[in-house]
């Protein structure tokens, strides 16, 4: 579980860096806010995530598995919510980088 925990760690580190790169509305300022925000996105996924899927199924299965992208934004909010000096600014930016994210942590 532990070595589990260090690799989404790991790749959300890089996604993070990578949407930070990409979209001017993505501020990250410095590696703390960059490791916290990874690690707060790494629990969340992995404990947060699949309580709320199971939590809006009936949703999940109505919009055919869209509202998981939704999910995915709100997990995203949460680590920006929880790290200091890290903000996302736009729905669009937002969207952006949660595809960046899935993206990057699909490939990793």
Known sequence: MALFFVL???ANIVALAVADWLFS???IDGW???LIGAAVLAIANTI???ILTLLTLPLVIITLGLFLFVINV???AL???IAPDF???GFWTYIG???VVWFVNYVL
């Open 32 to 34: 703390g806010p960059l």
């Open 48 to 50: 947060v995530k699949p």
């Open 25 to 27: 509305g993505v501020s």
């Open 97 to 99: 980088a949660t595809i």
């Open 79 to 81: 680590a920006e919510w």
């Open 74 to 76: 709100a997990m995203l």
């Open 8 to 10: 989404a760690w790991a």
């Open 87 to 89: 903000s996302i600014d």
